[in-house]
C-alpha cells in the first residue's frame, strides 16, 4: 500500500519582522541590529529609557524613516522595498502610503486635523484611499467612536475635545483602515494623569480582541497587565525580551535591573 502524503499546514506569516535595522541620524547610531518578530494578535510592549530608539523603531516600521541596514516586513510583505531579482528596490511614495494603510500607527501627541470633527478625523483616510465611499466611512467611523467611548462627540471638534478624548478619537482613526498591526508611541505621555485611564482602557479593550499591538510606553503597571512579551531596550539594541513576570521580576541583564529600579 503507497503511503499517504500528509500535507502541513500552511505557515501564518508573522504580523511583524523587523532584521538587522539599523538607523543612524548623522554620527549618532539610534538603532543598531534590531531583530524582532511579532505573532499575530500578539501583544508587545517596548520599554526603556529616554532616547533608547523606541520611537525611531516604530516610525522605521511604519516607514516613517528609512532603515539604513535592515528589512521590515508586515504580514510577511516587506515595507517601503520590493525584491526584484537579488536586489531591493526602494518604493514610491504612493506605494508606501498604500502600505501604511495596514499599519495603524498612534502618536504621542495625536495629530488629529484640527479643522474636521472627531467623526470627519476619523472616516478620512478610508476615504482618501478609496477603500470607503464618504458615507459607508462616515458609518464605520460612528461604530469605532462607539467603540472608544465618544459616540455622543462625532461631532466635536479637537480644540473642544479632552486630551484623553483626543487620544481615542486618534485610536478610533488607526483601526479605521482595519490595520494588520496598530503601533502605540507612548500614548499616554502628553495626558494629564487623570486622563490616562481611559485611553489605557481602550487600549486594553483592543488587546483583549485579538488586535496585534506594538506599544512604546513607560506606563510599566500597564505593561505587566496587558503584555504577551515585553520587550527592553536601551541604546539602539534589544537587551532583553521575554514574558512580564519574567523581564519585569526577573531580569537577567544588569542594564533591565538598574533601569526598573529607577521606574518601579
Do not use: C
Not at 124 to 133: E, K, N, S, Y
Not at 134 to 157: F, I, K, M, N, Q
Amino acid at each position: 500500500m503507497t503511503p499517504t502524503a500528509t500535507t502541513a499546514p500552511p505557515t501564518v506569516p508573522a504580523a511583524l519582522e523587523v532584521h538587522d535595522v539599523h538607523k543612524w541620524y548623522g554620527t549618532h547610531r539610534v538603532l543598531d541590529g534590531i531583530d524582532l518578530t511579532v505573532r499575530p494578535g500578539e501583544v508587545t510592549v517596548v520599554i526603556g529609557p529616554s532616547g533608547s530608539g523606541k520611537s525611531t523603531l516604530l516610525r522605521v516600521i511604519n516607514h516613517l524613516e528609512k532603515p539604513d541596514i535592515g528589512q521590515v516586513s508586515v504580514g510577511g510583505e516587506l515595507i517601503g522595498v520590493r525584491r526584484v531579482g537579488g536586489r531591493l528596490k526602494e518604493l514610491g511614495e504612493r506605494a508606501v502610503l498604500a502600505q501604511r494603510g495596514r499599519i495603524g500607527f498612534v502618536f504621542q501627541n495625536f495629530n488629529l486635523f484640527p479643522h474636521l470633527t472627531a467623526l470627519d478625523n476619523v472616516a478620512a483616510a478610508p476615504v482618501a484611499t478609496g477603500r470607503l465611499g464618504r458615507p459607508e466611512a462616515r458609518e464605520l467611523a460612528r461604530e469605532l467612536l462607539t467603540r472608544v467611548g465618544l459616540g455622543d462627540r462625532t461631532g466635536a471638534y479637537p480644540r473642544t475635545l479632552s486630551g484623553g478624548q483626543q487620544q481615542r478619537v486618534a485610536i478610533a482613526r488607526a483601526l479605521a483602515l482595519r490595520p494588520g498591526i496598530i503601533l502605540f508611541d507612548e500614548p499616554t505621555s502628553a495626558l494629564d494623569p487623570e486622563l490616562v485611564g481611559e485611553v489605557l482602557s481602550v487600549i486594553k479593550d483592543l488587546a483583549t480582541s485579538g488586535t496585534t499591538l506594538v506599544i512604546v510606553t513607560h506606563e510599566i503597571g500597564f505593561a505587566r497587565e496587558i503584555a504577551d512579551r515585553i520587550v527592553f531596550i536601551d541604546g539602539g539594541r534589544i537587551v532583553e525580551q521575554g514574558p512580564p513576570a519574567e523581564v519585569l521580576d526577573n531580569p537577567r541583564h544588569e542594564r533591565t535591573r538598574d533601569f526598573l529600579a529607577r521606574v518601579l
